[in-house]
């Protein structure tokens, strides 16, 4: 397989494009369109070097892809839509595939998103289950919230200390949807959403767009600080970890890794790198305490770690491992469909040196995990 570059990304500004108090009126295929062109000017690309397209929108329904696609131009090229939660991971893992096969040389990737206001339809799940509540989102965090702080004697204000490090890393990214910081008592102050978790412990809906060209290095219009990707690793549910399919598989009795850790695995394999090689990452965390857990499930701290490593600076903007350094979902906002992307161009953006006030010194190779309802997680490396 040939290695695989990233050309060039493009990104609409999260945030809410509902018309209302004084807000524009947008909808995702719009939002998309700008994120491509914005990608192909990065690129220094025209429409016509783009052989295939690969993208999704969660809540838009059926060729979300092809209605991103139609703003730039309809040329004939073959555009796949993903439909799953977070999307473009899935996209962007099938966009790396067909160029390291040689099949395509240059590929688009494409995720857009406006979302409605409240409660999220997990549509991963059955009618049935969702008719029962077990689709409340928040509700299920919590859940495990509870299960970790019993396990490894985290506190509220452990949770509160993620949201404070990614709202401060949102003021700094003008595309983020939040630009202010926050302390832990406003955290711990704000409204309960389901115990024990507060307003700026959940992340806020939120539409926008982001797009990624892959290619194959020769058609690269430059070669200066080349952005590779060294694994994409996408891996599904197994039995005992979670809710899906129709079955309530959660239980105590089957010990399985869940698709995260299953993941992450195969992803250090795959790519040749560990996690004490990551220089920067990229974690899932629409709830601030779901940071905690996957940086443990990723392999980058022990079990119970995480909330000791936040207290003390650890992945902080200089400190010893960056983390979402762009306001991660908390700071940012979670346009489902885009989130995955968004990620990426983070990881990308740094390798680049193009971060701006977030920039980490010397940052040579990223590390994105993405994931959703499925449920699924995709699991990025990048290098330079």
């Given at each position: 397989?040939?290695?695989v570059?990233?050309?060039?990304?493009?990104?609409?500004?999260?945030?809410?494009?509902?018309?209302?108090k004084g807000?524009?009126?947008k909808?995702?295929?719009?939002?998309?369109?700008?994120?491509?062109?914005?990608?192909?000017?990065?690129?220094?690309?025209?429409?016509k070097?783009?052989?295939?397209?690969?993208?999704?929108?969660?809540?838009?329904?059926?060729?979300?892809?092809?209605?991103?696609?139609?703003?730039?131009?309809?040329?004939?090229?073959?555009?796949?839509?993903?439909?799953?939660?977070?999307?473009?991971?899935?996209?962007?893992?099938?966009?790396?595939?067909?160029v390291?096969?040689?099949?395509?040389?240059?590929?688009?990737?494409v995720?857009a998103?406006?979302?409605?206001?409240?409660?999220?339809?997990?549509q991963?799940?059955?009618?049935?289950?969702?008719?029962?509540?077990?689709?409340?989102?928040?509700?299920?965090?919590?859940?495990?919230a509870?299960?970790?702080?019993?396990?490894?004697g985290a506190t509220?204000?452990?949770?509160?200390?993620?949201?404070?490090?990614?709202?401060?890393?949102?003021?700094?990214?003008?595309?983020?949807?939040?630009?202010?910081?926050?302390t832990?008592?406003?955290?711990?102050?704000?409204?309960?959403?389901?115990?024990?978790?507060?307003?700026?412990?959940?992340?806020?809906?939120?539409?926008?767009?982001?797009?990624?060209?892959?290619?194959?290095?020769?058609?690269?219009?430059?070669k200066?600080?080349?952005?590779a990707?060294?694994?994409?690793?996408?891996t599904?549910?197994?039995?005992?970890?979670?809710?899906?399919?129709g079955?309530?598989s959660?239980?105590?009795k089957?010990?399985?890794?869940?698709?995260?850790?299953?993941?992450?695995?195969?992803?250090?394999?795959?790519?040749?790198?560990g996690?004490?090689?990551?220089?920067?990452?990229?974690i899932?965390?629409?709830f601030?305490?779901?940071?905690?857990?996957?940086?443990?499930?990723?392999?980058?701290?022990?079990?119970?770690?995480?909330?000791?490593?936040?207290?003390?600076?650890?992945?902080?903007?200089?400190?010893?491992?960056?983390?979402?350094?762009?306001?991660?979902?908390?700071?940012?906002?979670?346009?489902?469909?885009?989130?995955?992307?968004?990620?990426?161009?983070?990881?990308?953006?740094?390798?680049?040196?193009?971060?701006?006030?977030?920039?980490?010194?010397?940052a040579?190779?990223g590390f994105?995990?993405?994931?959703?309802?499925?449920?699924?997680?995709?699991?990025?490396?990048?290098?330079?």
């Open positions: 397989m040939r290695e570059a990233i050309a060039g990304i493009g990104l609409a500004k999260f945030g809410r494009y509902d018309g209302k807000r524009p009126r909808l995702y295929p719009e939002l998309g369109g700008e994120a491509i062109a914005k990608a192909l000017r990065y690129a220094d690309m025209e429409w070097e783009i052989e295939a397209a690969f993208g999704g929108t969660y809540y838009g329904g059926l060729g979300g892809t092809h209605q991103c696609v139609e703003r730039v131009g309809l040329t004939g090229i073959p555009i796949v839509n993903v439909y799953s939660g977070h999307s473009s991971e899935a996209a962007l893992r099938l966009a790396y595939t067909r390291a096969l040689g099949v395509h040389d240059v590929v688009l990737v995720g998103e406006t979302l409605p206001p409240g409660l999220l339809d997990n991963a799940m059955p009618a049935w289950m969702r008719m029962m509540g077990l689709d409340v989102l928040p509700a299920e965090a919590a859940c495990t509870v299960r970790y702080m019993e396990d490894y509220v204000d452990d949770f509160a200390r993620v949201s404070v490090m990614e709202r401060k890393s949102a003021k700094l990214n003008p595309n983020a949807m939040f630009q202010q910081e926050v832990i008592e406003e955290v711990l102050r704000s409204r309960m959403i389901s115990s024990p978790l507060n307003l700026l412990m959940t992340c806020a809906n939120a539409d926008g767009a982001a797009a990624v060209i892959v290619c194959s290095k020769d058609k690269l219009k430059s200066n600080k080349t952005v990707i060294a694994s994409v690793v996408q599904s549910a197994t039995y005992g970890t979670s809710l899906s399919g079955s309530v959660v239980t105590t089957v010990i399985n890794p869940d698709c995260v850790e299953l993941a992450a695995k195969q992803t250090w394999e795959a790519s040749g790198y996690p004490e090689d990551m220089d920067v990452i990229q899932h965390d629409p601030s305490p779901a940071f905690l857990w996957n940086v443990e499930k990723c392999g980058f701290c022990k079990r119970g770690e995480a909330p000791r490593l936040v207290k003390e600076g650890y992945f902080e903007r200089g400190g010893k491992l960056p983390a979402n350094t762009d306001g991660g979902i908390i700071g940012r906002g979670h346009p489902t469909a885009a989130t995955g992307l968004v990620q990426i161009a983070e990881i990308f953006y740094q390798l680049r040196e193009e971060a701006g006030p977030r920039q980490v010194a010397g040579k190779v994105a995990q993405g994931g959703g309802a499925g449920p699924q997680a995709v699991l990025t490396v990048l290098k330079r």
